[in-house]
């Protein structure tokens, strides 16, 4: 009850972060790091200036926290293909050469701080083997192209 | 080998007894059946969050990198899973006992007690904890992607046996049943 009860308050806020914000986003991937990129670590309050103009910082924070969630959720349970697409579609909107995005995500492990706060550890897991089998996966794409471009 | 003669009846005596049990909970379903209304089992499953086991097990992901790669992501895949697999199964052992224990806790106080559908389940609790523990076993062996039929048909049978726990604590205790299950699919079962 008391759930239901705050997820009608947040929906505005849920509505106009998905239209205005990460509708503009290619993909999920793209907006599951945007997501975790505007939540503070210290506190794990979640932080939109525009979004906090026209709701309070509570609502904006839920309702990013909501769709992170949501977002997630959707990531845990897509396939491994589809995962990888994703990752693509991330990987080719930074401004990055892939090989070296490749290398430094699977050596830092940066997807680690992408997983929302609130999530079961046992997806949190999943979602984790899953994303370092796409990044070796794709790795292995790679290859092949970079020693052409050495050969040539 | 006269000596050990009864020994190997009373096995064999056990085991007939298990079959029976397995084909009476996977074959006819009948416990989760009896104790769950048909409208209620729909309302269930729709509003159930889904599992992360049929994620864990399923055959999409394998295919596809056996189409896709090379045999070191092969290998590398096989490692993952039977990772994730196996905690899986001692997560959901450990819940299924965490039901059974609230539920013990419960039937002690209760006044009601149906003494036969208490020793079925608690035979079921037994076996389920038997093929669980094996499962583990034969999935560390063999890894997930060659076990996924028999941990399918055991999550089926576990899935039944949560039921009826549910609608037995239903009767016995409505408030403890609430507790057990809003929190079953979070990990946060409390006695």
Redesign the interface.
Known sequence: MGLERSNIDIEPAVTDLRNRTLSRLPGDFSRLVYLASSRDCNTGKYYHDGLAFHFSQSVTSNAMALCHREIFDRL??A???ELIEELCNYISSTDERPEEFLKSWKHLGSYRVTIPSEC????A??FL??V??AL??LQ?RQMPASQDEQSA | MIQSLPYLFLGLLLLAVLGWWVWDAIIHKSTAELLTPRHLVGLRSAGARRDVGDRIFGSQDWDFVLRETPSEIHRMFQRERTVLALAWLRRTRLRTSQVMHAHVAVARKSEDLQIGMELKLALSYLLFLILCNSLVGWVWLRGPVRTRKIVGQTLQWAAQLRRAFEQLMARVDPASCRVVGTNFNHGTVRN
């Not at chain 1, 079961?120 to 997806?123: A, G, H, S, T």
């Open positions: 845990v349970y396939s491994l293909e079961d550890e046992l997806e897991e999943v083997s899953n370092k089998m070796a996966i292995t």
